[in-house]
């Protein structure tokens, strides 16, 4: 705690928007909390202070100035001191004779600020970021969350600007607007913050805001009202985008507690990414912006305005104790839009929304670190997305065990009990929100904090069932492990959950009963739950049984349209569509459950089961049952939750009668809508030529019946058309919500459908380009600009991975090509909102240009006109990632153009995502180069009784990349000084400064990596297979700037002489070449999406590979040096030829290091030849250089060729083989055998020269379904000669190896159990097939072995773990 205390702060601001400049005058009341206060000390980061008054007498002061390069990097990337509290960086001396209360008046300026303060599109305003603050970037004070004071603001400003009036809008309640007593052009704002707020909550903006409106409603009232503002007299959209905000308000206020400011107000601000959330004020981005016609963008700025209302109340008013309560704010915030969200949209939508945040929580977490652990610093970006999404899960799964567990309603009387704490200035910490839970119900959460807060990973559960009918019991095993069971980071391990988890089964009198299981901290639970029932089979295989299910699953259906206020006739029947009249039968080609297999569905003791029921476990749940099972819980069970489980097990189920069971729900108008809209394109997983695509049938079907004229035949002829037959789509008729949606799914679906030639086969492509084509929205009252935009991004999935677009000549009759350019030039000369419709067209154009082999699609006058300024923001990221994609940095000329577009000033949100794309060029080409060049090998070594080393491939391939790309740039002394100049360069904004600082703190080693939380255990070791580059670096003694000793001055970050950028920019690899790598090449196993693979060949002069072992720990700082040796390229550094005049933008001239020009100094020069739309004449980018074709494997597997049906296998050994493969791919080490190697992607170019014969499981199921095997014993020769294969490539004791004997294993297991083996000897008695078929196997693998051995010697591996098969 400071020795001081300030109970109220006055800021006066004069800004000057034409200078950039801003003067400010503050003034503190200051309280001493000890008996002689000597000195004040103040966070002050970026003002310039003049002068400083104590009591009226001038004082001493002095900033805390960083010395060395080091102390540099760890501020501006907050990286050094990781304390809430830390210390401030203006130091005040009091005055002799000064006691008691203290008023300090401190005089500053800031001048052109690009943190915290930002100058943007004629406005300025704060960059409010509680954790790190950005306060002080602006106004010296008491920057802590725990220090409160009231605030007293007042803003100087123009009275106009270009004819615009001037408005401030600022955290507080608006006191008076007068005029400047000295200048009648100006005008002062007076705010007041009568509430005590830290100066970390603050916040601003003024500018020409002349859209501004007030909101009514019971909200308003209780908040003291509520205003909206927005640039460009857009005062009808900010109306109808914050229509929802009064409602929200007084939800929160009634169900949590009073809101805690008097007003609240929200501002919009162009080129603002994200939300910033100030006390009584929000700022968000103008792409949120929408009217009352748009219906995406409602769903989307509702779900952002919930959420920051919320934040009002924590994050603004409540804050956290300290870096480790940081989750606890966020996931109170989260939990309370949630609340809001079942309010406001319903509870199906709330479920929805839990479901699928409950599965990116699961699917991210893996590496990832706790909620909250000792030694915790600030969030990065990363961490802080997560945790957005993780901690407001945590929360929900304790509020339902509080309610289950205890005598309370759950969170619901936490929250108001942390909000009236807080009213005393305490902030929000883990241990006592905990206690108070304890409290509140009764339930002790100290376990449930330890294993989902203080401890990382999601539990992943293999659930399996079997009836007894002794007992009339169903037994239930549960095997537990955790997502992190294979993660690498030192902070990730891997533990078991314990908690209870509701099974819900559906008997078979149709009543579900509930069972809760208890599961300890154990790999396998056993639970036997009592059945309910007296035991009888559900006979299912009769016809009579089909139409009452179906009649029964048709009235639950009415009963919830009935709740819902629905009343459509048109759809009471859809639970027996095609049920009961034969041609609809016929041309919707309807198949039930049972007409394959009665004798399954007649066994059935009951209809289904479904694990955590109550939705109280964010976990991976493997659970499987009958098909027809799944189905019964789509049809009859009104869970949305239970019917998305279904969904997503049917589309991994393909089969006649789940396709029918899918268009029946697609069809169904009163399912949920998103139920819906998942089930048709789980539809296009079931279009395959197994089903006879039947899913494309359905889905064609669907889009015809629901959105379509019909034929002019009539009607009644509708349904017996052939799907391709072309057919007009209706007038667009919004009205319907749910249908709207389930049209672009529908329509998404179709062009997700693949045929042989990777494209979506024709009726799919004629409907979608007949919506395009014949769009008509003349009599809808709703907008269709994003509608169009869709159906563009679906015409280019319909052909991105078609083998024939890409082969054949595209010229300008192309239909989907001249559909995208039609609307792109249509939105040219009527633009659509935030022109999603051009970002949608660039977007499809990149795509394309990219598979687009044979002619140049890529019009680089088209995306550079994009690209400039005078565009929108959305429209310019869109094109400057097209041209980086293109042009890449080799050539120096637009590596300049592109670090302008960086630097820029004015880009705001465009420079940010020029910085994050060169950075994930850095990323991906590091990647590549560790690929060809083989240079690593990690293995984590952890010392354990009897284990063997486990060998990471997580990351493996990234940071072995990274290595050897930092090896080859780490020697370049004027590339250091270019990065270290720009990383401190006060002209960049401070998101794009963070990521190259980022990027030059990984090449240099500036600053220590984040220190992870401690674990137990023992100290893992890393082994890295370098090349002699990186033994030799220590040899060339270059002197490195960015060194952290103490004694290297911060006058090292310039250059000794003047330096050419051209020059210094060429020594950057080529990161992308002049025209992108094809995303497919000829040999299959050579595809690789990210790069074109280079040439295999050794550089001169480099040595054989070495071992060293490094320790996971922080790396030290080399000592600085000098050294006149010549600098060694990398084998990439290579400038390609120089392209023609035109297609590259060219630059002016700078001389010096630091001096990168602003994009309005840039000039783009293009041929005089006027630019010609696309699909056009062929305008060639610069040409790369030239790359290795890819070596093709010896050996490839032949085509199966379908079996005689005669000898094929029967029906039972089908579906025991079948039960098998299945049983085989869920095995935990079974991942690397599901597919056919990729020599580039696994990193194992000599593979085909020693396995003549491969083979995988993928391989084998399809040959299965094709009916290919004419015998068990060929399945069982195939699925063996995986596992030799696996033995014969890789080493004894490797990973792989290791993988494959267990899941070699678990095979013997599973064919034996099936009876398949003694199945196998009965047909093969006297014919002495297997024993031959074992003995070519032995000679198979005698004649490799010692081939094997040799050529294993030669193959430099990436990373073993990836080296399957």
């Keep these: 705690m400071s020795d001081f205390g300030v109970t109220h702060q006055l800021v006066t601001l004069d800004i000057d928007f034409e200078r950039q400049l801003v003067r400010g005058i503050t003034e503190l009341s200051i309280e001493p909390r000890v008996s002689s206060l000597g000195t004040i000390r103040l966070h002050c980061e970026r003002p310039v202070v003049r002068s400083v008054w104590v009591n009226g007498q001038t004082a001493e002061f ?92 007042f803003f100087v400003v123009p009275a106009s600007v270009g004819g615009e009036a001037v408005t401030a809008v600022a955290s507080g309640e608006l006191s008076s607007v007068v005029p400047h007593p000295h200048d009648v052009a100006r005008r002062v704002v007076r705010y007041i913050v009568s509430t005590a707020t830290a100066a970390c909550t603050l916040g601003f903006a003024a500018g020409p805001l002349t859209g501004a409106c007030a909101l009514g409603g019971a909200g308003a009232e209780a908040a003291g009202g509520v205003f909206a503002f927005a640039p460009g007299g857009r005062a009808a959209d900010a109306q109808a985008t914050c229509a929802v905000v009064p409602e929200a308000l007084e939800f929160y206020a009634r169900e949590f507690g009073a809101y805690p400011y008097a007003t609240y107000k929200v501002v919009f601000v162009e080129g603002l990414a994200g939300v910033v959330t100030c006390a009584a004020l929000t700022l968000v981005g103008t792409d949120v912006l929408h009217g009352s016609r748009e219906i995406e963008a409602a769903y989307e700025a509702r779900r952002v305005l919930g959420l920051a209302v919320a934040r009002q109340w924590f994050g603004a008013f409540v804050g956290a104790a300290a870096w480790g309560d940081q989750w606890l704010v966020a996931g109170l915030a989260g939990f309370m839009a949630a609340q809001f969200v079942r309010h406001h949209l319903g509870a199906n939508e709330q479920r929805y929304r839990l479901k699928r945040d409950m599965a990116r929580m699961c699917h991210a977490d893996v590496n990832q670190k706790p909620l909250s652990y000792p030694e915790q610093g600030p969030w990065e970006a990363g961490e802080a997305a997560f945790a957005e999404v993780k901690a407001p899960v945590v929360l929900y799964m304790l509020d339902r065990r509080m309610v289950k567990g205890g005598v309370s309603v759950g969170l619901q009387r936490v929250v108001p009990g942390v909000l009236v704490a807080a009213t005393g200035g305490a902030a929000v910490d883990t241990a006592g929100f905990l206690r108070t839970c304890r409290r509140v119900s009764g339930v002790d959460a100290s376990a449930f904090a330890a294993q989902w807060v203080f401890a990382s990973g999601c539990p992943v559960f293999h659930v ?15 095997h537990q492990e955790s997502t992190n069971a294979r993660a690498t980071a030192p902070w990730a391990r891997a533990q078991l959950f314990a908690g209870q988890m509701t099974a819900r089964i559906r008997e078979a009198d149709g009543t579900p009963y509930e069972h809760v299981l208890d599961i300890r901290r154990e790999h396998v639970g056993r639970f036997e739950v009592q059945f309910n029932t007296k035991y009888k089979r559900i006979r299912r295989s009769t016809r009579r049984f089909h139409m009452r299910q179906m009649a029964a699953a048709a009235e639950e259906l009415n009963i919830n349209a009935e709740v819902l206020g629905l009343d459509d006739e048109d759809d009471s029947n859809i639970a027996l569509f095609g049920a009961e009249n034969a041609a609809e039968k016929r041309d919707w080609r309807v198949v039930e459950w049972g007409e394959d297999d009665e004798e399954s569905l007649a066994s059935a003791t009951f209809e289904w089961i479904r694990m955590d029921s109550d939705l109280e476990w964010a976990c991976v749940m493997h659970f499987e049952q009958p098909d027809f099972m799944w189905a019964a819980q789509l049809q009859k069970d009104r869970d949305v939750v239970a019917q998305l489980d279904a969904v997503d097990a049917l589309q991994h189920l393909p089969s006649a009668a789940a396709a029918t069971t899918l268009m029946r729900t697609v069809m169904d108008a009163r399912v949920f809508y998103r139920v819906r809209a998942d089930a048709a394109l789980a539809l296009a997983r079931l279009a395959t030529p197994e089903l ?45 919500i749910g249908e709207y949606f389930t049209q672009l799914a529908v329509a998404a679906a179709l062009s997700n459908v693949r045929d042989r030639h990777g494209e979506a086969p024709l009726p799919a492509r004629r409907l979608l380009l007949a919506t395009a ?113 293109h042009w890449g940095l080799g050539d120096a000329r637009a590596a300049r153009y592109f670090a302008a577009v960086a630097s820029d000033e004015r880009g705001g949100r465009v420079s940010e995502t020029a910085a994050r794309f060169v950075l994930a060029l850095t990323v991906v080409r590091a990647m590549a180069y560790g690929k060809q060049h ?77 220190v992870p939380p401690p674990t137990a255990g023992q100290r893992k070791k890393l082994k890295i297979k370098m090349g002699a580059r990186s ?46 790598p094809a995303l497919v090449v000829e040999d299959e196993r050579m595809n690789s999406p990210a790069y074109e693979p280079l040439a295999e060949t050794k550089p001169e002069g480099v040595d054989p590979p070495v071992r060293v ?72 980018s610069p040409k790369a250089p030239s790359k290795a074709k890819p070596r093709t494997p010896k050996a490839k597997p032949a085509p199966a060729k379908p079996a005689p049906e005669a000898t094929g296998l029967t029906s039972d050994q089908r579906k025991a083989v079948h039960r098998v493969l299945r049983k085989l791919g869920r095995h935990p080490s079974a991942f690397p055998f599901m597919v ?95 024993k031959q078929a074992g003995d070519a196997k032995k000679a198979s693998d005698t004649k490799n072995s010692g081939e094997a051995k040799a050529k294993r010697a030669g193959d430099t591996p990436t990373s073993e773990a990836k080296k399957a098969r």
Aim: net charge neutral; with cysteine; aromatic share 6%.
């Design 62 to 153: 002095r900033r805390q100035q960083v010395k060395t390069r080091r102390q540099l990097v760890h501020k501006l990337l907050r990286t050094g001191d990781d304390s809430l509290h830390d210390e401030g960086d203006l130091e005040i001396t009091v005055p002799q004779g000064q006691t008691g209360s203290l008023k300090v008046r401190i005089e500053y300026y800031v001048v052109r600020p690009q943190s915290g303060l930002v100058f943007r599109g004629g406005i300025v305003y704060t960059e409010t970021h509680v954790n790190p603050s950005s306060a002080r970037r602006w106004v010296p004070c008491l920057d802590d969350m725990g220090e409160r004071s009231t605030w007293d603001l």
């Design 464 to 478: 399996g069932y079997a009836f007894n009918r002794k007992k009339l019991a169903v037994e239930i095993t549960l």
């Design 692 to 736: 006879a695509w039947i899913g494309l049938h359905h889905l064609a079907k669907i889009y015809k019946r629901r959105f379509c004229l019909p034929p002019r035949a009539g009607e009644d002829r509708a349904d017996a058309e052939d799907i391709s037959a072309p057919r007009l789509p209706r007038p667009n008729n919004f009205a319907n």
């Design 773 to 885: 084509r014949y769009n008509d929205n003349s009599e809808n009252v709703f907008s269709d600009a994003r509608f169009l935009a869709a159906l563009v991004r679906m015409l280019a999935n319909c052909v991105v991975a078609s083998k024939q677009f890409a082969e054949r000549a595209v010229g300008a009759d192309d239909a989907v090509l001249f559909e995208i350019e039609r609307l792109r030039r249509a939105d040219a000369l009527v633009p659509s909102p935030h022109s999603v419709v051009t970002c949608a067209c660039l977007d499809a154009l990149t795509r394309l240009s990219v598979v687009q082999r044979t002619h140049a699609l890529f019009n680089p006058l088209l995306f550079c006109a994009m690209a400039d300024a005078q565009a929108g923001v959305a429209v310019r990221e869109h094109a400057v990632g097209a041209l980086m994609l």
């Design 934 to 1010: 083989s240079s690593l090998l990690f293995q984590e070594q952890q010392q354990k009784q009897g284990g063997a080393p486990e060998h990471i491939d997580t990351d493996a391939r990234l940071v072995g990349g990274l290595e050897s790309f930092i090896d080859s740039l780490g020697d370049s002394r004027e590339l250091q000084t270019i990065m270290a100049s720009a990383v401190h360069d006060s002209a960049l904004a401070a998101h794009a400064r963070r990521l190259l600082g980022l990027l030059h703190m990984l090449v240099y080693q500036v600053v220590d990596s984040s």
């Design 1031 to 1076: 033994r030799n670096r220590n040899k060339l003694h270059v002197r490195n700037a960015s060194s952290g000793s103490d004694d290297t001055p911060l006058a090292l970050a310039v250059a000794d002489e003047p330096l050419d950028i051209d020059d210094s920019f060429a020594l950057l690899p080529q990161i992308a070449g002049t025209r992108p």
């Design 1109 to 1180: 072992k490094l320790k996971l720990k922080l790396a030290k700082p080399r000592s600085p040096s000098v050294s006149t040796l010549p600098r060694i390229s990398s084998p990439l550094a290579h400038v390609p030829a120089e392209p023609p005049a035109g297609q590259v933008p060219r630059v002016s001239q700078v001389s010096g290091a630091a001096q990168i020009p602003s994009a309005t100094q840039v000039s783009l020069t293009a041929p005089k030849t006027p630019a010609v739309p696309v699909p056009g004449p062929e305008l060639k």
């Design 1236 to 1330: 056919p190697v990729d020599v580039v992607r696994d990193g194992c170019p000599t593979y085909y020269d020693i396995v003549q014969e491969p083979m995988d499981l993928g391989t084998i199921r399809q040959r299965l379904d094709a009916n290919a095997y004419a015998r068990v014993s060929d399945v069982e020769r195939d699925v063996r000669l995986v596992f030799s294969n696996c033995s014969l490539f890789n080493p004894p004791q490797t990973p792989v190896y290791n993988m494959g004997k267990d899941v070699e294993s678990a095979f013997i297991a599973e064919w034996d159990k099936c009876g398949l083996s003694r199945e196998l000897a009965d047909t093969h008695i006297g014919t002495g097939e297997v």
